[in-house]
C-alpha cells in the first residue's frame, strides 16, 4: 500500500440508520432512508411504521457515494422507497447474502466474517467485514430475516477499527468481535425497537444492553445512530444518557448533530 499518511474520518448523521462515513476519498454511506416525515409503511393490520423526521439531508445534496453498507433489505426503516431506488446509483451495496440476492444490480452479499475491499484514491484500502446480528430474539430469528453488521479498517487507524452494529440485540455471536477486532469507534444502531404486532420483545439494541456491549468492545468512542425518527423507537436520547452515565461510559458516548459533518479521531 503506498499511502503512509492516515485517512482523515468524517462522519454524518442523516437520520435513523443512515450514516454517511468519509475515509479519505472514499464515501460510504449505511442504510439509505431519505423519505419524508410522515411516511408510513403498512404491514398488516394494527401492524405499520411510521417515519416521524425528514433526513437532515436531501438525497439531491448528498453527492457520489462509493459504497452502501445495508445491514438488511428487508425492513423499511433500513431501507424506505427513497433509499431502494437509490441504491443503483452508488457504486456497489455490501448487504446480506439474502438481500443481494433479492436486490440484484449492483447489490454483493457479503457472509458473515467475509471481507471486501474497498478501493479510494492514493492507495487507500478499506476492508469490510461483515459480522453477527441478530434482530430480536431467537424466536423470532426466521420472520425478521437475515441481518449484517459492519468491521471496517484500513491502514493508519490510530484508535481501532470503525464498527457499525446494524440492527441486533445482545447475544453470544456478537462476543466474538471483540475476541477477533480492536475496535475503536462503534455506530451502535439503539432506539430498543418494538413492535406490539412482534410480541413484548424488543429489535434492537437497549440502551443498557449497547452501554454493555461498548464496555466489552473496549471503544474509545460510540455513536448512537437509530434511536430517534421513527414511532417504534422507545429508548430516546435521555435513556441512552443514562444508561452510559451507570456504566461509567459517559465519556466516550458522542451524539453527532443531524446533518453535519464530524471530525472522527480514527
Not at 97 to 108: D, I, P, Q, S
Not at 225 to 232: M, N, P, Q, T
Amino acid at each position: 500500500m503506498s499511502q503512509t499518511q492516515p485517512a482523515p474520518v468524517c462522519i454524518t448523521h442523516i437520520g435513523g440508520p443512515t450514516a454517511l462515513i468519509e475515509i479519505g476519498s472514499l464515501r460510504i454511506l449505511t442504510d439509505p432512508t431519505f423519505d419524508p416525515a410522515g411516511t408510513r409503511y403498512v404491514y398488516a393490520p394494527n401492524f405499520e411504521a411510521l417515519k416521524q423526521t425528514d433526513p437532515a439531508i436531501a438525497l439531491s445534496g448528498l453527492g457520489a457515494i462509493d459504497a452502501i453498507l445495508l445491514s438488511h433489505d428487508q425492513h423499511d426503516d433500513n431501507l424506505d422507497r427513497s433509499g431502494r431506488a437509490y441504491l443503483p446509483h452508488a457504486g456497489r451495496v455490501l448487504t446480506t447474502v439474502a438481500g443481494a440476492h433479492r436486490l440484484g444490480g449492483n447489490a454483493h452479499g457479503v457472509a458473515t466474517w467475509e471481507t471486501v475491499t474497498l478501493a479510494g484514491k492514493e492507495g487507500l484500502r478499506v476492508q469490510v467485514t461483515a459480522t453477527p446480528s441478530r434482530h430480536g430474539p431467537p424466536e423470532l430469528e426466521e420472520a425478521m430475516g437475515e441481518v449484517s453488521g459492519w468491521i471496517l479498517e484500513w491502514e493508519g487507524q490510530r484508535h481501532g477499527a470503525l464498527y457499525v452494529s446494524g440492527d441486533t440485540v445482545y447475544f453470544e455471536k456478537l462476543q466474538e468481535i471483540p475476541r477477533r477486532y480492536h475496535v475503536g469507534t462503534a455506530l451502535l444502531h439503539l432506539g430498543a425497537a418494538h413492535f406490539d404486532a412482534r410480541g413484548p420483545f424488543h429489535l434492537t439494541f437497549m440502551a443498557a444492553e449497547g452501554a454493555q456491549f461498548a464496555r466489552e468492545l473496549g471503544v474509545s468512542t460510540v455513536i448512537p445512530i437509530h434511536y430517534e425518527g421513527w414511532a417504534h423507537l422507545v429508548e430516546k436520547r435521555a435513556e441512552i444518557e443514562h444508561a452510559f452515565v451507570s456504566a461509567g461510559l459517559e465519556q466516550q458516548l458522542r451524539f453527532l448533530p443531524l446533518g453535519q459533518a464530524v471530525v472522527i479521531d480514527g
